[in-house]
């Protein structure tokens, strides 16, 4: 069970600028809250099938020497984008299903995306909604910045409760960051997209999240406020 407010920050990066927006956010959090946060880049690297065993004993000896240079890459990336990561890692495995695993020892997850439709989403938006819809943990979902930059990004969430999910837990870490960041939660609940469209004083939509819809997708893909989904305890 994750706690509120976050301890620990996993931020998934790819080394683009939503992943350098993403850093910042989760920099900014991590300042307010305390919480230690990690950075972690994760891709599939299959060696060809005719390999032999010296040469896959080979590859693997090359895999953890880039390995340890790619961790210390990944960290810099974080401190270059305002944050002092507590730890830094480079999985091998498809980035959804690795951030999912990792994401389960995390207090919430902060994932850039660029709203991209077709192949060009990479897995930064893609994978983005599978670790949405999937994540055990909140997840925090950052297009664009707030005008005042990431510290300003819980100065006024709007909470929304699609599909009659219970508000609670949502509101409850939207007030505790809100508060982190000496803003306040807006006063009522929204229900749908239509409801924070035209709400122009809103920094971050705070989903409280039942299960997966198209709803969700859309949302992501066309947002541009950063949008916190938050899972039913």
């Known amino acids: 069970m994750w706690n509120s407010p976050p301890a620990t920050i996993l931020v ?15 920099g900014a959090i991590a300042d307010r809250t305390g919480a230690s946060v990690r950075l972690l ?35 810099a990336f974080g401190r270059t984008h305002g944050v002092s990561p507590a730890g830094a890692s480079v999985l091998d495995g498809p980035p959804a299903a690795t951030i999912l695993g990792v994401a389960a020892e995390a207090d919430l997850v902060v994932m850039g995306t660029h709203g ?9 938006g893609s994978v983005a909604e599978r670790v949405v819809h ?17 510290g300003a990004i819980f100065q006024r969430p709007l909470v929304v409760a699609p599909d009659g999910a219970p508000v609670d837990p949502a509101r409850r870490l ?32 705070v989903v409280a999240r039942r299960h997966r819809t198209d709803t969700t997708e859309r949302w992501l893909r066309s947002c541009a406020l950063p949008m916190l ?5």
């Open 174 to 205: 939207a007030e505790e960051l809100a508060a982190a960041f000496g803003g306040r939660v807006a006063d009522e609940v929204a229900a749908c997209e239509s409801d924070f469209a035209s709400r122009h004083d809103a920094s971050v939509i």
């Open 41 to 75: 880049h994760a891709e599939t690297l299959e060696a060809p099938a005719y390999f032999t065993h010296d040469q896959m004993a080979s590859l693997e000896r090359q895999r953890k020497a880039a390995r340890t240079q790619a961790e210390t890459y990944v960290a």
């Open 12 to 26: 998934p990066v790819d080394f683009g600028e939503p992943s350098a927006r993403a850093a910042a956010a989760a």
């Open 229 to 233: 989904f938050v899972p039913e305890p």
């Open 134 to 150: 999937l994540s055990p943990s909140p997840v925090l979902v950052v297009r664009d910045l707030p005008p005042a930059g990431a």
């Open 116 to 124: 991209r439709q077709g192949p060009r989403r990479w897995w930064l």
